[in-house]
């Protein structure tokens, strides 16, 4: 062997083997060390991972609870201040012509199913929050719980359809009753807040809306139990099958839901709009709403006209912001309707397009603002839509020959609506055009 690869301690150089023996032994001791560290590092992780989600289990249970407790409060308001104490007010009232006519309608059938549907909906619900709260406060947020959704979802798709099954009946009782002075004279006597009558219908409104969403909160609940257990824990399993069924329960609610929620917006802008002619009926929804510009034949370029428009399936109103005193708050005035049935949608035509961009030319230019509604915006991009409608006017009977019979006149109307982007304009454009052939 070469003298450049010779090892003294394999020779019986007995001082470099104990030297190689110790550093071994070192290393052996930092190994051990690193390993067990590393062990307890991974294990205290654990502990901390369980530890987390035990805690965020906790946060989700508490704010179902506290969540639940809220919505059972006010169907509980909403059953007693006003549907069941408004019942009784007008089974005890025999005085006013106005009182004998509205017992004559359906409006007392609508609050008798409205009171029998809230009072389901009330016994499910008390029934899951009373079997959550029991479960978890004897056995903390660790304990199984899918059994308690599990039951809650036999019983919530019978308690809900119940409820919508009469849907349109309550926005119409309610409709009518707001348009008379009986609410007034009722709220007057029952809560003594004649000056928030507004604020009273919005909040009934309100209370119409809760069971329509409510689902949404158990599915998302479900969905973060099942993202803070363990998939070793005994309930996992069972909660990922119940959050499933949650949520195909969604997505077949989701158009009943959507369909409600369009009917109960009729109601809303009824009364939140100074003027409006709108009523609740059993076909009419609310399709789309949003601000635009009300284009001037006159002025096409002018941006000052800002109108809202509320989108029905078988009407359009136009309406504006306006403010009677500077101390007073701005409302929604009503200020016109176009009768879907009579009407024409179209994109807007270029020679729209090329006025709007061109500009009114001012008739002094002495005195011409920089900023100007009415300047060329040569540069900007113009969406929209054009509708024409057949109005029909009755002529005077009465001529200079004497009473002649005399045919209605079909006038044509035109309004030229600007609106923000192209996929506004697209979905304007296509939900008129589909309304349009659906009310012909």
Request: aromatic share 10%; with cysteine.
């Amino acid at each position: 062997m070469s003298d450049s690869y010779h090892m003294p301690f394999t020779a019986g150089d007995h001082h470099y083997l104990h030297k190689l023996i110790d550093d071994l032994t070192i290393i052996d001791d930092l190994c051990s060390t690193f390993e067990s560290e590393s062990e307890s590092s991974s294990y205290e992780k654990q502990v901390l991972d369980a530890s987390r989600h035990v805690v965020h289990k906790q946060q989700t249970l508490d704010r179902m609870i506290q969540s639940e407790t809220t919505y059972l409060n006010r169907l509980s308001t909403f059953q007693d201040t006003f549907v069941r104490a408004l019942k009784i007010w007008l089974n005890n009232t025999e005085k006013k012509e106005s009182t004998r006519k509205i017992k004559g309608t359906s409006l007392i059938e609508a609050m008798d199913n409205l009171e029998r549907n809230l009072g389901n909906l009330l016994d499910t619900h008390s029934n899951f929050l009373k079997q959550i709260k029991e479960r978890y406060s004897i056995w903390g947020p660790t304990q199984l719980v899918s059994d308690i959704f599990s039951e809650l979802f036999v019983k919530l798709p019978a308690a809900h359809t119940s409820f919508v099954e009469h849907y349109v009946d309550y926005l119409i009782a309610f409709d009518t009753l707001f348009r008379t002075s009986l609410f007034s004279k009722f709220m007057q006597i029952n809560k003594n807040d004649t000056a928030q009558l507004q604020k009273n219908i919005e909040e009934i409104v309100h209370y119409l809306e809760m069971p329509l969403s409510r689902s949404r909160v158990y599915e998302k609940a479900l969905q973060q139990l099942k993202h803070h257990s363990d998939p070793k824990h005994p309930d996992y399993t069972s909660i990922a099958k119940i959050a499933e069924k949650f949520k195909g329960f969604e997505a077949e609610w989701e158009e009943r839901r959507t369909n409600c929620l369009s009917r109960l917006a009729v109601l809303q802008t009824c009364f939140t709009i100074q003027g409006c002619p709108i009523t609740v009926t059993r076909r009419r929804r609310l399709l789309l709403s949003n601000a635009f510009i009300h284009v001037d034949v006159d002025d096409p370029s002018s941006t000052t006209d800002i109108r809202i428009y509320y989108l029905y399936n078988d009407q359009l109103i136009h309406c504006k912001k306006q403010k009677e005193k500077k101390d007073q708050p701005t409302t929604t005035v009503y200020k016109g309707t176009i009768i879907l049935k009579d009407s024409d949608v179209q994109p807007l035509q270029s020679t729209i397009i090329e006025k709007i961009k061109k500009g009114k030319k001012p008739l002094f230019k002495i005195g011409k603002r920089s900023n100007d509604p009415t300047v060329p915006v040569a540069n900007c991009e113009i969406f929209g839509f054009e509708i024409v409608t057949r109005e029909y006017i009755k002529p005077l009977e009465q001529t200079y020959f004497g009473s002649l019979p005399v045919d209605v006149i079909p006038v044509l109307r035109r309004y030229i609506i600007r609106v923000h982007s192209l996929e506004e304009q697209n979905l304007w454009y296509e939900t008129i055009r589909k309304a349009i052939n659906l009310s012909k």
